[in-house]
């Protein structure tokens, strides 16, 4: 079983940045990918970014060069660190390990 815990969520107003950090517990953690999704009111969840194991990230187009995705494998956490935020970047985040175990969610919120 794997155990989450999110933080970092908020409201931000458009063009700020905001961090989200998922520390993870589980044995299967460390061999893992990790990654972010989201999901928007009335909308399907998306995947954000995933990360491996190894550090090669990727990122849906509509946030690269936005956002980055980075890992610390000694703490079994995973950091999405969000710039320039729009308002259409508003939704449920949700970390994620090994395409399978989903964290609780954290609400993003971009508004003026």
């Known amino acids: 079983q794997v155990q989450f815990v999110e933080s970092g969520g908020g409201l931000v107003q458009p063009g700020g940045p905001l961090r989200l950090s998922c520390a993870a517990s589980?044995?299967?953690?460390?061999?893992?990918?990790m990654g972010w999704y989201r999901q928007a009111p009335g909308k399907q969840r998306e995947l954000v970014a995933t990360?491996?194991?190894?550090?090669?990230?990727n990122y849906v187009d509509s946030v690269k060069g936005r956002f980055f995705i980075s890992r610390d494998n000694a703490k079994n956490t995973v950091y999405l660190q969000m710039n320039s935020l729009k308002p259409e970047d508003t939704a449920i985040y949700y970390c994620?390990?090994?395409?399978?175990?989903w964290g609780q969610g954290t609400q993003v919120t971009v508004s003026s």
């Open positions: 994620n390990v090994a395409f399978v175990h």
């Open positions: 589980g044995s299967i953690v460390r061999i893992s990918a």
């Open positions: 990360i491996t194991r190894s550090g090669s990230p």
